[in-house]
């Protein structure tokens, strides 16, 4: 019998069973030339349900927007091949007895000019500003008009209708890591003085317009699950709420918007989030917001996502304090990331008490993982 039955507890999300509390993380692949996903991409995830993962959000795909990609054979989820890719994706998840949501994605200022699929296109943000993030000087972003905004909002909501029709089990949205609705709530990259700028409570508009979109076009039910961080690429130590009341202000318009689970994006899931208390940031939204919570951050390693990018080998860890947090109902669901790139089997020896078993995370899985 495991010592970590609480991660193999089953939770209802609305009508989604899920068999236990695994997610597997969102991690960007490059694996889909012209943004199809095809039969390698279904056996890399039939993998993981296989595994024993109860629920898979699958890498960044893209909505129907000229700017929306800023890197090389990333997926698409519009378009009648990229959809019936997609398709398959979703049978070979479910034949497995798991279920799989898409993560919803633009990259916004992010993109730069010459990227891929349209080199000339450059980034879209709300303001004139790069994004601080960027490693090296781009131009500007081209600033989004009110058609632009639109356009954009719809663009979510046709992207998450279609995910539906096609099998998917949700839809994740990616408002985290300074990505383009990220941009939008970070006062960094949003500098606009109409509607969509100002202060906190105003810069969630986007968001929140874009949610409210997105679950008229998906129906009462279907579990929404909205990805946010407090940090953003190469901003590693940026807040955006610096106290519990701020991130109350932050996130109680996406949840009345329709907003089903918040994914808290962390580095190390072991971080308190605010001074004087041992919550995390899925701690701490769960207790504010009353909803579901995924925690995330360097789960079953001993290193974060940035030490291995730099060379760092990772280890295995114990998941312990994870078990006894999610035990206390800190949070509900738990997003591994790393460990299930180089183990697809992970939550399976994890549940038969087979850490010692458990292949460790080296940087030979970050160039290749299949």
């Known amino acids: 019998m495991t010592a970590h039955n609480a991660l193999f507890a089953p939770l209802t999300l609305g009508p989604l069973s899920l068999a236990n509390r695994i997610v597997m993380a969102p991690m960007t692949r490059s694996r889909s030339p012209g943004g199809v996903p095809g039969h390698d991409v279904a056996t890399y995830y039939r993998q993981r349900a296989a595994g024993g993962v ?37 049978e070979a998840v479910h034949e497995e007895g798991g279920k799989i949501m898409p993560q919803l994605w633009h990259v916004g200022s992010v993109r730069q000019v010459g990227a891929q699929p349209n080199p000339t296109v450059g980034g879209f943000g709300p303001s004139a500003v ?50 383009l609705i990220d941009q939008f709530f970070w006062a960094a990259t949003n500098k606009r003085t109409d509607s969509w700028g100002g202060d906190l409570a105003a810069r969630t508009r986007f968001a929140s317009e874009l949610i409210a979109a997105v679950r008229a076009a998906v129906g009462p039910d279907l579990p929404i699950i909205f990805r946010f961080s407090q ?37 190390r899931f072991w971080e308190e989030e605010f001074e004087g208390s041992p919550l995390n940031l899925a701690g701490w939204t769960r207790k504010l917001m009353g909803l579901p ?59 038969c008490d087979g850490a010692l078993d458990i292949i460790e995370f080296t940087r030979a899985h970050l160039r290749s993982y299949p």
């Open 54 to 90: 109860g629920l898979i959000i699958t890498e960044g795909t893209t909505v129907d927007h000229i700017g929306a990609s800023g890197y090389p054979d990333v997926p698409r989820c519009h378009g009648a091949d990229a959809l019936a890719g997609w398709a398959k994706v979703v």
């Open 130 to 179: 790069i994004n601080p993030g960027t490693r090296k000087a781009t131009d500007p972003p081209q600033v989004l008009t009110e058609s632009d905004i639109a356009d954009l909002i719809a663009a979510f909501a046709r992207a998450a209708k279609d995910a539906a029709n096609v099998g998917f089990d949700g839809v994740e949205l990616h408002g985290a890591h300074g990505y």
């Open 231 to 267: 940090w953003k690429m190469g901003a590693y130590h940026n807040k955006i709420a610096n106290s519990p009341s701020e991130l109350e202000t932050w996130l109680q318009p996406l949840a009345d918007a329709g907003v089903s689970v918040f994914h808290a994006s962390q580095r």
């Open 293 to 351: 919570t995924i925690t995330v951050g360097s789960v079953g390693l001993d290193s974060d996502f940035i030490s291995s990018f730099g060379g760092k080998e990772a280890d295995t860890a114990p998941i312990d304090e994870l078990v006894t947090r999610l035990a206390r109902d800190e949070f509900d669901l738990v997003a591994v990331g790393r460990a299930l790139i180089s183990d697809p089997a992970w939550a399976n020896k994890v549940r």
